[in-house]
């Protein structure tokens, strides 16, 4: 059992630590302020290579897998999550591509991901159909070569600035709850009957639009299905493998936030001393960061996991662990910085009230906490675990 990172890794940690210092932590205010897609942070990204670490190099991307991509969105996560998201929206949508596409697809999409040259959202979620999946109404009716959907999809990260679309619809009736019943697709952007609706007014990572994509009697060309018809299954594999990344958001966010709050109790005098010199400070301390380590052991393994394909039925206790804990904690530790400052941690003269309410946003997306505590327990009850 080997605990240190590979030379590779640890050059790429190295690496994407020093852009996010740069390039992210001056401007991660600023994007929260304003809203407005960072186009720089973006063509940063592109300049680096870092666009396509989980897009294997066969296709043009780094062959850096989920642990390197894990590694990455960590440390972008310490000064910005909207940064972490766009790092993520990589993944997401080429995952099922990755998972199950065709030949064909994997060359047509996978390379200009990698590039920059096009982004690309998944489209799951509808409004009446989050964590219950099958609740889903979009349809995709059959038509000759070809599939019409029709529907709406909901709280899509990406969705504006996106070039093309993993959509997931029923291909049979819109009741319909089998499994067997939803399909994946790929939608492009310029498809006549696509559109943007409205966009979401966000709590907070601001600065990545979400909101709703429409189809209205939107065709898809038959070759444009990923994998076979009827991907629930899919659907739920490319969420298994997505777990690790978005523990790694909450990591990253949980030792920026404490990072930012050890600086301002160190200079910070109360009582004739810094705040940093009480014990009751640094028992509190000390216990975040043994959680945050915690957290890093159960996300790096999952992401270890994961690249070795162990995103199956079986292994899903292990990931949601992972997503279940890390972002929970960040919300702990994000908490836990605004109180180190007092008043002045809830004013916007600091993070870490930008810290505290993009952490909120990590244990609703792709799986909420619930959702993850139910595969827990039913992975122990199954005896999937230590039996």
């Known amino acids: 059992m080997d605990f240190a990172l590979s030379d590779e890794l640890l050059a790429l940690q190295e690496t994407v630590r020093r852009l996010a210092q740069d390039k992210i932590k001056p401007r991660a205010r600023e994007i929260d302020d304003t ?47 909207t940064a972490a998201l766009m790092l993520l929206l990589t993944r997401l949508p080429t995952g099922p591509i990755m998972i199950a596409g065709s030949e064909e697809q994997k060359k047509k999409y996978l390379p200009r991901i ?96 979400t909101g709703e994509l429409l189809l209205d009697n939107v065709r898809v060309p038959a070759e444009n299905v990923i994998g076979e018809v009827g991907g629930f299954q899919l659907a739920m594999l490319g969420l298994n493998a997505m777990r690790p990344i978005v523990a790694a958001r909450g990591i990253g966010l949980a030792e920026g936030a404490l990072m930012y709050a050890v600086d301002y109790v160190k200079e910070r005098q109360a009582f004739t001393r810094t705040i940093a010199d009480f014990q009751g400070i640094q028992w509190e301390i000390a216990k975040m960061a043994t959680e945050i380590e915690a957290a890093r052991l159960l996300t790096y393994r ?47 003269d600091h993070m870490t009230e930008l810290y505290y309410r993009d952490a909120l946003q990590l244990t609703i997306v792709e799986g909420t906490s619930q959702v993850q505590l139910g595969l827990i327990g039913r992975g122990v009850l199954n005896k999937d675990l230590w039996w």
């Not at 897998?65 to 996560?77: C, F, N, Q, S, Y």
């Not at 999946?133 to 070809?146: F, H, L, N, S």
């Not at 399909?183 to 600065?207: E, H, Q």
């Open 35 to 81: 809203g407005e897609y960072p186009q720089d942070i973006f063509d940063a990204y592109r300049d680096a290579d870092l666009l396509g670490l989980c897009i294997p190099e066969e296709f043009g991307g780094g062959g850096a897998g989920i642990l390197g991509l894990t590694i990455a969105i960590e440390e972008v996560a310490k000064y910005s999550n």
């Open 114 to 209: 990698a590039s920059g040259e096009t982004r690309c959202a998944f489209g799951l979620s509808e409004s009446q159909a989050g964590s219950d999946v099958m609740g889903m109404r979009t349809k995709a009716i059959k038509d000759g070569d070809e599939y019409i959907l029709s529907g709406t999809k909901s709280w899509m990260s990406g969705v504006v600035q996106a070039d093309w679309y993993t959509v997931f619809a029923k291909t049979k009736e819109p009741t319909a709850r089998d499994h067997d019943s939803i399909t994946a697709f790929i939608v492009d952007r310029n498809s006549p009957g696509l559109s943007v609706g409205s966009t979401d007014r966000k709590m907070g990572v601001r600065g990545i639009d």
């Open 302 to 348: 999952s992401a270890w996991m994961a690249d070795r394909g162990e995103f199956t039925r079986e292994f899903v206790p292990y990931l949601s662990m992972a997503k279940y804990y890390a972002t929970e904690m960040a919300v702990r530790a994000s908490g836990l910085a605004v109180q180190l400052l007092g008043a002045a941690g809830y004013m916007k």
